[in-house]
Each structure stands twice: as structure tokens, then as C-alpha cells.
């Protein structure tokens, strides 16, 4: 009983910082409370948003092109399954971190000065062998995220002012973004998380509303889904949208209090939910098979002062998740070269310069918006955010005395470790066969399908002054136009 009662203690304890608590907890200037009100995050509340923001994102202007590939029934099954999967996982993640920060702490080890990062909980718990491919699935997960948003700014700047082709305005975004290497860490998101979902609320609201006011199409066709390369595609993109959970270590270890994370990611879930059904749903609902050659949803909508402003505020909102992406790769290079620990931003920032520098190129050279991002969540998020931690899980408790001194045992509703070990089990094979298998296979094949018609480097992505002639093939149909087909007037188009 004593035992038990010691356990139960050192769960509540863990990882609170009462001098750090107490110090944000009490400011005595305006400098401090501005800091605090601003800056200086590291309640429940700072940690929902933030998986809220970083979850949705540039995914969002997505889904419609996703609905149109696997149809809206499968589009809307997805969504739910691929959602309350992520949100499991992500519980999963915590209960390793909890786990690893209290065996540390009970060993008398501050983390203070330090961000413990996922590769380290692996190692911890497994081994190096764990962290190596923890760390190197992680990291190159978080560099092609990276690589998302910028290409994601271009394609959005585009519909506001074309006078510039999208691999110019990819120049210019990544020299902006590269100012998020002034952020220190996630506990200076605050302002940023929150003002980033409001700007996403807006976003998916417009796309819902502006859909059905704008209405069908003429002979509009929903013939999704049609070939199996395109339905796992689809299905791959939105298991991307619910894979933003790479960055959950780091969120969790801003906490004051981590051991309340556990129900976060879920409830960020369901939020996100609101705005990504409706918005896909509308869209495709509109536009239909157009969506097909028309992977950003801003592209088919009329242009109006409400589609620009959400583009204004999508541009502003993939800065912020950049900086969600890219501020874990800062922390792994800091500690690499030993900087991870120094007091001056300045000089942590003219560290971090060169992680920016392959992320700026590799969205130069991939520049193919929709499609990439289902490649990224077949190959890296299938494993990074699903398999590795389910494994981990198992591997961490597969002995009796690992299970009787877990600091988090798992709860009845789940099973006890039977149905959690039978969660985790699930996880792992439905990822890997269809998750990985189908949907990198078929993300592959559309992949290397735009390096055909595009090519690398191309100038304008999708533009329709760069579309070539055999465009509307097999892989990505287009129906035939018909007079009158739509209502949108013609876009105006750069020609380079």
C-alpha cells in the first residue's frame, strides 16, 4: 500500500518546476507581465492550442483535393478513424515520456536547460539503436514538413498577386521563415498558437461557406473513387493531417505540468474535426472531379476580399507551423554542435541558420503541393507518429516488472494492458500494410507522376500557363469541360 501511495505521488510530481512555476506564476513589471500575457506559455490550455494549430494547418486547403480521390464517404470515414488513431498514439508518446522524464528524475537529473526531444525518450527507454532510427525517421519527417509550408506559402501568395511565379515567392517565404530561429522554444508560442487556429477557423469557415453560396458547378461529377492509386493517396494525406503529433515531446516538456497532456491531443482532435469535415465536405461538394488538378481548394474558388484574406491569414499561420516543424530540427542541430545550452539568442540563432538552408532547396526542387504530402505521410509520418511509438510502447512494458512499476498504468476503459497492448498491435499492422504499403506505393506513383508533367524545379506548380499537353492523363483525370461549365470567372494567369 505504502508503495502504491509513493507511486501515486511521484506521478503528480513529476516534471513540476515550482521555482519555474512560481517565477511565471508572479510577474512584477509590465516587462514580466507582457512576457507572461505574450510570450511565456506553458499552461494546458498553451499546449491545446499549439497541437490544435500545428495539426490542421496547410492540410486544410488539402482535403477537398484528398475528397476527390477517395470519394466523400471514405474521405469522412478516414478523417475519424485516421483522427482517433493519432490521438492514441499521441497518448502513447506521453505515457513514454512521463515515463522516461520520472526514471531521469528520480536519478536527481535537471531538465531545466534542456529539451528533452523524442529520440532521447527512446533512447532512455530502448537503447540507441531505438534513438538512431527515432531520430533519423523524426528528423526527416520534420524537414519535409518544413518543406510543406513553404511550398505551401507560394501556392497561396500566388492567388493574391501572380505577377510572380510560385518558385520566386518560395525564395522569399523561405528567407521569412527562416526568422522563426529567433523563437527559443515552444514555450514562446503562446501568442502564436492561438492567433494561428483563429486564423485557420476563419480559413475552413470560408471554404465552407463560400462553397455552398458558390454552389455546384455545372454538370458536376463526384465519380471518386476510381483507381486505387488515387483512393490511397487520399487516404495517405489525411493520414498526414492527423500526424502532426511529431512535435508532442517538445509541447509536452513546455508544460509546467506534462502529466496533464494526456487527454489534450484528443480534445485538439475533435476541434480540428469541426474544421476539416465541414471544409472538405463543401468543397468537394462544389467543384466535385475538378478537384483532381486542383490540390490547393483556394485555386477553384472565385477571388473575393474574404478568399483574400484567408490567404493572408493561411500564409501567416504555415509561419507559425514552419516554426512548429522546424524548431525540434534547431534543438537536435544546437546539441549536435553544442549550443543547445547557451544563454544567448543571438548566437542560437546564428546557429540554427544552416537548418534552413536544405529545407528552402528541397522546396525548390519538390515544389508539387497535395501531392507531397501524401509521400511524406506514407514513408515518414506512418512510421514516426504511428508504428515506432505503438512498438516502443510494447517493447518498454513487455516485462512483468515494467508493467507493475509504470508510473502511468493504463485505465480500465482501454483494457488494463491486454487492450492496450492490442491497440498498439492494431496500429502497427493496419499502418504498415495500408499506411505504408498501399499508400506508399500509390503515393510514389503519383509522385513520380508530377515529376513527369512538371518536372523538378518547376517555376509555377499547377499554374495553368505551365500545364503541359498531356496533363489529363490516366493518373489525374480531368473531365472534359462542357459550355458554361462553372461560374468562376477566368483566373489571371503569369505567363513566365
Not at 55 to 75: D, E, H, I, K, N
Not at 391 to 400: C, D, E, G, N, Y
Amino acid at each position: 500500500m505504502d508503495e502504491s501511495s509513493d507511486k501515486v505521488v511521484e506521478t503528480v510530481i513529476v516534471g513540476n518546476y515550482v521555482e519555474m512555476e512560481t517565477e511565471a506564476g508572479k510577474p512584477t513589471n509590465i516587462k514580466s507581465k507582457v512576457s507572461k500575457l505574450f510570450w511565456h506559455g506553458g499552461s494546458a490550455y498553451d499546449a491545446w492550442f499549439s497541437c490544435a494549430s500545428n495539426q490542421v494547418a496547410q492540410v486544410l486547403l488539402t482535403l477537398p483535393y484528398s475528397f476527390s480521390q477517395l470519394g466523400m464517404m471514405s474521405g469522412v470515414v478516414f478523417q475519424l478513424f485516421y483522427g482517433f488513431m493519432g490521438s492514441w498514439t499521441a497518448y502513447i508518446i506521453s505515457i513514454l515520456y512521463v515515463e522516461y522524464r520520472t526514471r531521469k528524475e528520480r536519478e536527481k537529473v535537471d531538465f531545466r536547460n534542456h529539451v528533452i526531444q523524442w529520440f532521447e525518450v527512446l533512447d532512455g527507454l530502448l537503447g540507441k539503436h531505438w534513438r538512431n532510427v527515432g531520430l533519423a525517421f523524426n528528423c526527416t519527417f520534420l524537414l519535409f514538413g518544413s518543406v510543406i509550408q513553404l511550398i505551401a506559402c507560394a501556392s497561396n501568395i500566388y492567388y493574391i498577386n501572380d505577377n510572380l511565379d510560385k518558385r520566386t515567392w518560395t525564395y522569399i517565404f523561405g528567407a521569412c521563415c527562416a526568422t522563426t530561429v529567433f523563437i527559443p522554444s515552444f514555450h514562446n508560442y503562446r501568442i502564436w498558437s492561438f492567433l494561428g487556429l483563429l486564423m485557420t477557423t476563419y480559413t475552413a469557415w470560408y471554404l465552407t461557406i463560400a462553397s455552398l453560396l458558390h454552389g455546384q458547378v455545372e454538370g458536376v461529377e463526384h465519380s471518386g473513387p476510381t483507381k486505387m492509386v488515387l483512393y490511397f493517396t487520399g487516404a495517405t494525406n489525411i493520414l498526414y493531417t492527423f500526424g502532426g503529433h511529431a512535435v508532442t515531446v517538445e509541447i509536452m516538456h513546455a508544460m509546467w505540468k506534462p502529466q496533464k497532456f494526456k487527454a489534450i491531443y484528443l480534445l485538439a482532435t475533435l476541434y480540428v474535426l469541426t474544421l476539416t469535415l465541414p471544409s472538405a465536405a463543401a468543397v468537394y461538394w462544389a467543384f466535385g472531379d475538378l478537384l483532381l488538378n486542383h490540390s490547393n481548394a483556394f485555386s477553384l474558388l472565385p477571388r473575393s476580399p474574404f478568399r483574400d484574406m484567408a490567404v493572408i491569414f493561411m500564409l501567416i499561420h504555415q509561419f507559425i507551423t514552419f516554426g512548429f516543424a522546424c524548431t525540434p530540427l534547431y534543438f537536435v542541430w544546437e546539441k549536435a554542435i553544442g549550443m543547445h545550452e547557451c544563454k544567448s539568442l543571438c548566437k542560437r540563432a546564428a546557429a540554427r541558420l544552416p537548418v534552413v538552408v536544405p529545407i528552402w532547396f528541397l522546396a525548390i526542387v519538390f515544389p508539387f503541393f497535395g501531392p507531397i504530402n501524401s509521400t511524406v505521410g506514407s514513408l515518414l509520418v506512418s512510421f514516426t507518429v504511428y508504428i515506432i511509438p505503438a512498438l516502443a510502447h510494447i517493447f518498454t512494458f513487455k516485462s512483468a516488472a515494467a508493467r507493475e512499476n509504470a508510473v502511468e498504468q493504463p485505465p480500465k476503459y482501454f483494457g488494463r494492458w491486454v487492450g492496450t497492448y492490442v491497440i498498439n498491435i492494431f496500429v502497427v499492422v493496419w499502418v504498415l500494410i495500408v499506411g505504408f504499403g498501399f499508400g506508399g506505393w500509390a503515393s510514389m506513383v503519383n509522385f513520380i507522376h508530377q515529376i513527369d508533367t512538371f518536372g523538378l524545379f518547376t517555376k509555377c506548380y499547377q499554374c495553368a500557363s505551365q500545364l503541359p499537353p498531356h496533363l489529363a492523363n490516366a493518373t489525374t483525370p480531368l473531365p472534359p469541360p462542357t459550355p458554361n461549365a462553372t461560374r468562376l470567372p477566368p483566373p489571371r494567369l503569369h505567363t513566365p
